[in-house]
């Protein structure tokens, strides 16, 4: 069954965000449309608090707050959806943005391991640094050579 924009949002297995918790607005959309556009509120906005959710235990909602703290404002998280003329179309889409945001702050990352850079890097880096002296020395006036 497709995925209605009032049903709760599922986020991951051990995630499911309650309709209740989310926060939809609407606003005419920019775009192509001629005057429907001008009359429809097409234009979608969906709002989930995650500072104050009560789905999140403390452990996710922290790492919720830091990943995704550019795309936060006062711990509410806002995805913006005006692609489709349809606003049952825009509202799909919304909950599809939010869901993957949540999703990606979610997943493990994984620690860059520091590598040494290899002896053929080394010894161009010193070459080129060598090869650029060179060319700077020849630019001076002969008698600071």
Same mark, same amino acid.
């Given at each position: ?76 998280? /806002?995805?913006? #959806? =005006?692609?489709? %003329?349809?606003?049952? $179309?825009? +509202?799909?889409?919304? @909950? /599809?943005?939010? #869901? =993957?945001?949540? %999703?990606?702050?979610? $997943?493990? +990352?994984?620690?860059? @391991? ?10 161009? $880096? ?20």
């Amino acid at each position: 069954m497709p995925d209605t924009p009032d049903r709760d949002l599922e986020i991951d297995d051990s995630l499911v965000v309650p309709a209740a918790e989310l926060r939809w607005r609407f606003s005419r959309s920019s775009g192509p449309g001629g005057q429907h556009v001008n009359t429809t509120d097409t234009r979608v906005e969906l709002s989930w608090d995650v500072a104050a959710s009560g789905v999140l235990d403390e452990r996710r909602r922290t790492l919720l707050l830091e990943r995704l703290g550019s795309h936060l404002a006062g711990g509410v998280l /806002t995805v913006a #959806a =005006s692609e489709f %003329r349809s606003q049952l $179309r825009n +509202r799909e889409e919304a @909950r /599809t943005k939010l #869901a =993957s945001l949540v %999703r990606g702050a979610m $997943r493990a +990352r994984r620690k860059r @391991r520091p590598t040494k850079p290899t002896r053929g890097s080394q010894r161009r $880096r010193l070459d080129d640094k060598r090869q650029r002296g060179e060319t700077k020395q020849l630019r001076r006036r002969p008698d600071d050579r």
